[in-house]
Structure formats: structure tokens, C-alpha cells
T-cell receptor, first 116, second 114 residues
Framework: GAGVSQSPSNKVTEKGKDVELRCDPI?????LYWYRQSLGQGLEFLIY????????KSGLPSDRFSAERTGGSVSTLTIQRTQQEDSAVYLC??????????????FGPGTRLTVL | GEDVEQSLFLSVREGDSSVINCTYT??????LYWYKQEPGAGLQLLTY?????DMKQDQRLTVLLNKKDKHLSLRIADTQTGDSAIYFC??????????????FGQGTTLQVKP
């Protein structure tokens, strides 16, 4: 597609439920990133995928968070047993080639998650 | 360590120049970025500068980089009400475990008064 797309745009869930957030990167981009934007923590890196390499999960805040990227394209971020502190905007970004110096990241519109 | 600092708020009058400042700590950063976020929207890439450059100009935007002091600034000439947004400075880390990871500042809210 023309840009990074994310769905849903808004998600309201009850504490303890699982949620799945989806990201469609720009066609041909091999690198995909998830970030979280919250009032208290600003913009934080969560996880990064590059081609078939093992993902960098160093930013995931707890083992309730996981992500996968199927077929090197679409990615799903899953949060299990959601907590109120998980409420945030989850942003996805993609870039053409992560190992090159010009790997500018392009962001999607984000998914606003509200945990009641 | 990895840390990017920005002032939180800037208010200017329409037509004036705006200067948003940023400091970073990782001297190995190869690229430094400015992103713009309008209310309810995602992050829009404004411009970037390579670490061996001192200045980059793109229409109304001028980026200045002082690598010795690890100081980055974004100047917006002839600021318009449509420039009102949050501006994020970011550095990118390259390495075996954190390739391409962006470290963001807290964001500077720019308010443009008519």
C-alpha cells in the first residue's frame, strides 16, 4: 500500500482480556518496528523485525507482550491479560533496509488502546 | 547511555521563526531525525541529518547539528498556524542487537498564535 496501515484505530477492552493489534507495512519494506506512546513514558521502542532474522524483543515490557510477523509482511502485536497501564497508542513503523544507514522509518497512524 | 532531551513547550506568533532544541547522548548515532505529530495523527517524518553534516536546509526547515555538544535544533521559518503540533527529535542506534532502533525525546509542543 501507499503507507503503513494499522488496525483497529481504536480498541477498548476490559482488564484481563487479550487484544491483537495489526500492522501492514509499506510494500517491500523488510524492517518493521512497534513502538508505544503513553503519557507517562513518551515514545518507547517495543520490538523490531528484520527479514528472517530473530526479532529484537528488548523493548517488550513484560511477557504478556508478544509479536509475530508472518511471511515477512503483516505483523500482529498481542497483549495478554491486559492491565490498565497498557493503555497507550501503539505505533508501527517500517523501513526499507534496516542495516543501511538510510533506513528512515515511516509510521502508521497508530492504534489507541484503552483498558478499562 | 541512550537519552534524548527536549524542552516541552514553545509558543510563537504566526510569521515568527521557531527554534526547537534537542540534546542526545549517543555519539555513535549516524542519523538524527525530526518527526511531527499533529493531534490524533501518527508520526510524520519532517527531515533528517547525517551525523557528518553541520546543517541541512529544506524549504522553511533548517536543521543545525553540533556534534561536539551533541546538540540538534530545528528552525521553522515563517511559522504558520498549521505548524502547531508536537515535534520529536530522535536518534537511531545501529548495532547487532538494536539496529535501527529509534530513541525519541519527550516531544516539544509548538503553539502558534495568530
Amino acid at each position: 500500500g501507499a503507507g503503513v496501515s494499522q488496525s483497529p484505530s481504536n480498541k477498548v477492552t476490559e482488564k484481563g482480556k487479550d487484544v491483537e493489534l495489526r500492522c501492514d507495512p509499506i510494500s517491500g519494506h523488510t524492517a518493521l518496528y512497534w513502538y508505544r506512546q503513553s503519557l507517562g513514558q513518551g515514545l518507547e521502542f517495543l520490538i523490531y523485525f528484520q527479514g528472517n532474522s530473530a526479532p529484537d524483543k528488548s523493548g517488550l515490557p513484560s511477557d504478556r507482550f508478544s509479536a509475530e510477523r508472518t511471511g515477512g509482511s503483516v505483523s500482529t502485536l498481542t497483549i495478554q491479560r491486559t492491565q490498565q497501564e497498557d493503555s497507550a497508542v501503539y505505533l508501527c513503523a517500517s523501513s526499507l533496509v534496516s542495516l543501511a544507514v538510510t533506513d528512515t522509518q515511516y509510521f502508521g497512524p497508530g492504534t489507541r488502546l484503552t483498558v478499562l | 547511555g541512550e537519552d534524548v532531551e527536549q524542552s516541552l513547550f514553545l509558543s510563537v506568533r504566526e510569521g515568527d521563526s521557531s527554534v526547537i532544541n534537542c540534546t542526545y547522548t549517543d555519539s555513535s548515532s549516524t542519523y538524527l531525525y525530526w518527526y511531527k505529530q499533529e493531534p490524533g495523527a501518527g508520526l510524520q517524518l519532517l527531515t533528517y541529518i547525517f551525523s557528518n553534516m553541520d546543517m541541512k536546509q529544506d524549504q522553511r526547515l533548517t536543521v543545525l547539528l553540533n556534534k561536539k555538544d551533541k546538540h540538534l535544533s530545528l528552525r521553522i521559518a515563517d511559522t504558520q498556524t498549521g505548524d502547531s503540533a508536537i515535534y520529536f527529535c530522535a536518534e537511531v542506534l545501529h548495532g547487532s542487537s538494536n539496529t535501527g532502533k529509534l530513541i525519541f525525546g519527550q516531544g516539544t509542543t509548538l503553539q502558534v498564535k495568530p
